[in-house]
């Protein structure tokens, strides 16, 4: 069986659901109060050949604590352009850092990368009050201790600019999950957003519009889930990429890295996967590796160093995930249509030296 079959059939497998877009009614205008964003502790390495704000694509940020940065690796030859959310959730540590290593160490040779690594950053100054954390963690690297901030879930809600509503339901007329109140201020459940919303939908739109206006081709939202949920070690694909997905999972598989497909719901929306994929040109993709600080009981579990999920393994899987999509991407696409990056640690060579060592 050719791989493309093979692919073909995990689509099959996963169940694919017609891709459709729906427009939502406009939010109503929010006084979001003032603020200076987080700044954090990332050094840009040799491919970064610019660093932006968020606000640039949508000046309802700026002067927010929304606002964050954006690195752009801009390649020597032209081609796609690939964007990649870490920090969508302040407390799925991997997928933060997994953006920053690909800050500090990814060069481009062939099309150019935006790296949002904190794309809630009002998250990233909270406490999660379900699962508390600490304010930071310890990367070793052989320059000595780095630090990351570690955060909420959700957006402040002195930041947001509106009380929590009762219940959440996101207004596309096809989402029919009614949820709590409070995740009116999950990033992951507001796109697109709105220019003149509350901050989480401010944040929301902007990426929305760095996703139309840098004309991307393949977007990455990195994530964490409980080491037992069903979502741990799980790509959600757009449906319209699904397939290009399963050739990255076949790809994984060979590496020895098993990550389950998923297509995006036509239902559950606010999620990047499928807002992004639905209403610009880019392909969609949303990585999930299991994190011990996101298990039941997190009482002296050692975020980074904990011995059967170590936050290498957990990096490690989201660049390979990154790097198999793009190889998938790549292999579908015309020459000067590809984008190749360079220097992107495998899975092996991250668990085998540490994510300290791809660190400046
Ligand atoms: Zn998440």
Request: charged share 20%; hydrophobic share 45%; aromatic share 6%.
């Amino acid at each position: 069986m050719s791989l493309r079959a093979r692919a073909a059939a995990t689509v099959l497998a996963a169940g694919l659901l017609a891709a459709s877009a729906a427009l939502s009614k406009p939010a109503a205008q929010v006084a979001v109060p003032p603020g200076a964003p987080a700044v954090h502790d990332i050094r840009p390495g040799p491919g970064v050949t610019a660093v932006k704000m968020l606000s640039e694509y949508a000046p309802g940020l700026a002067g927010t604590p929304g606002d964050t940065r954006v690195y752009v690796l801009d390649g020597k030859e032209p081609g796609a352009t690939v964007f990649v959310a870490g920090g969508t959730h302040g407390n799925e540590i991997a997928g933060i850092v997994a953006a920053v290593v690909l800050v500090e160490r990814a060069r481009v040779a062939r099309g150019r990368l935006l790296v949002v690594p904190h794309a809630n950053n009002s998250a990233i100054t909270d406490v999660d009050p379900e699962r508390p954390g600490p304010p930071s963690i310890a990367v070793a690297t052989p320059g000595g201790e780095r630090r990351f901030l570690y955060g909420s879930r959700r957006t402040k809600l002195a930041h947001q600019g509106a009380p929590d509503p009762a219940i959440y339901r996101h207004p596309n007329p096809k989402a029919d999950e009614d949820l709590p109140g409070t995740e009116a201020r999950n990033l992951n459940r507001a796109y697109p957003g709105s220019a003149d919303g509350t901050l989480t939908q401010r944040m929301a739109y902007a990426v929305m519009q760095v996703l139309e206006r840098e004309r991307a081709a393949v977007a990455f939202d990195f994530h964490e889930a409980g080491p037992e949920s069903r979502l741990a070690w799980m790509i959600v694909a757009n449906p319209k990429n699904l397939e290009t997905a399963a050739v990255a999972i076949l790809d994984l598989e060979a590496q020895g890295l098993s990550m389950k497909l998923e297509p995006s719901s036509e239902t559950f929306r606010g999620l990047s996967h499928r807002e992004w994929g639905d209403a610009t040109a880019a392909q969609a993709y949303l990585f999930e590796t299991p994190s011990p600080s996101m298990a039941d009981d997190t009482k002296g579990v050692d975020f980074v160093n904990d011995p059967r999920l170590p936050l290498a393994r957990r990096v490690g899987g989201q660049l390979a995930s990154f790097s198999a999509v793009l190889a998938a991407y790549n292999a579908d696409a015309p020459p000067d249509a590809r984008a190749i990056c360079l220097d992107v640690p495998t899975m092996a060579e991250v668990e085998k030296a540490g994510v300290g060592a791809f660190l400046r």
